[in-house]
């Protein structure tokens, strides 16, 4: 079954960088957008990027232009959020999804269990 | 940006119906998505393309998009249908995901 796994979350301070990963299995990988959402501990969600199966097309919120960049290596069933100048804001759960065409948009298929960044002092 | 509203809470009794509504200009123009998120768990989409189930989603979850409001109705509400459920459209205005407020649905 469809299984993503994030990693890389952990505590950093503000203006540092951080790079989350995400492992994907039991999908072909390739052939799919993905995207990172983010949660703010006891806020909604937020969506911030998404990047296509060529990386040709890439989105990014206006909260993280800028700053954060997403990749992704096919070869290696992995999509990554490389993180810099991290603000207090940032501090949240984020999740990996894969993102499946619907009429007029995408939504969000499957999701992994998140990894926690907090920036702090 | 677009924008969607959504009522905090709700509360429904056991084996009743639960409505939550997601209210966005000319939503019904859009494609509505919605999720169910537990307690320390990660969403779980429970209705796409304004009306469909994935599989294992029970029938008891249904959607609808109109106008400038989109529903999801829980009928039959049971304990663990307790979370928060969030809507979700693709802006293809500025190319980006938006989610709703989120609504905190307690069986009392």
């Known amino acids: 079954q469809v299984q993503l796994v994030e990693s890389g979350g952990h505590l950093v301070k503000p203006g540092g960088s951080l790079r989350l990963s995400c492992a994907a299995s039991g999908f072909n990988f390739g052939v799919y957008y993905m995207t990172w959402i983010r949660q703010a501990p006891g806020k909604g969600l937020e969506w911030i990027s998404c990047?296509?199966?060529?990386?040709?097309?890439?989105y990014y919120a206006e909260s993280v232009k800028g700053r954060f960049t997403i990749s992704r290596d096919n070869a290696k069933n992995s999509l990554y959020l490389q993180m810099n100048s991290l603000r207090g804001e940032d501090t949240a759960v984020y999740y990996c999804?894969?993102?499946?065409?619907?009429?007029?948009?995408?939504?969000?298929?499957?999701w992994g269990q998140g990894t926690l960044v907090t920036v702090s002092s | 940006s677009y924008v969607l509203t959504q009522p905090p809470s709700v509360s429904v009794a056991p084996g009743q119906t639960a409505g939550i509504t997601c209210g966005g200009n000319n939503i019904g123009s859009k494609t509505v998505h919605w999720y169910q998120q537990k307690p320390g768990q990660a969403p779980v989409l429970v209705v796409y393309?304004?009306?469909d189930r994935p599989s294992g989603i029970p029938e008891r979850f249904s959607g609808s998009n109109s106008g400038n409001t989109a529903s999801l109705t829980i009928s039959s509400v049971e304990a663990g249908d307790e979370a928060d459920y969030y809507c979700?459209?693709?802006?293809?205005?500025?190319?980006?995901?938006?989610f709703g407020t989120g609504t905190k649905v307690t069986v009392l």
């Open positions: 999804a894969n993102m499946v065409s619907a009429r007029l948009g995408y939504y969000f298929d499957s």
């Open positions: 990047i296509s199966s060529s990386s040709a097309t890439i």
């Open positions: 979700q459209v693709w802006d293809t205005g500025s190319d980006s995901g938006v």
């Open positions: 393309g304004d009306s």
